[in-house]
Nanobody
Framework: QGQLVESGGGLVQAGGSLRLSCDASGRTFNMNAMGWFRQAPGKEREFVAA????????YYADSVKGRFTISKDNAKNMVYLQMNNLKPEDTAAYYC????????????????WGQGTQVTVSS
């Protein structure tokens, strides 16, 4: 699809911070919500955070609450994930995702996906 492009991944030490960006300027669909997911080697993809495109309501996985912040810029078609106090268990490929319709739960039903950006946290 190539309509979502992530950037900002890298190698950081535990306790450090990193900001991920997702560029959706090339999209051809309307967005209900944007989300971030991650997948570590040998593990299933898991939900990290989501934000509704119009209202700006945010949702977080318990594992990242208080450490990660999702935000957006509608005019620029950008979504961000500010990650603070990173832990080794945060190491994963992070994916930006979008969904086109409303659902009551914000960790499911995403239709479009980026290629991912690698985040590695060393101890």
């Amino acid at each position: 699809q190539g309509q979502l492009v992530e950037s900002g991944g890298g190698l950081v030490q535990a306790g450090g911070s990193l900001r991920l960006s997702c560029d959706a300027s090339g999209r051809t669909f309307n967005m209900n919500a944007m989300g971030w997911f991650r997948q570590a080697p040998g593990k299933e993809r898991e939900f990290v955070a989501a934000i509704t495109w119009i209202g700006g309501s945010t949702y977080y996985a318990d594992s990242v609450k208080g450490r990660f912040t999702i935000s957006k810029d509608n005019a620029k078609n950008m979504v961000y994930l500010q990650m603070n106090n990173l832990k080794p268990e945060d190491t994963a490929a992070y994916y930006c995702a979008a969904r086109t319709r409303y659902y009551t739960n914000y960790d499911v039903n995403y239709n479009y996906w980026g290629q991912g950006t690698q985040v590695t946290v060393s101890s």
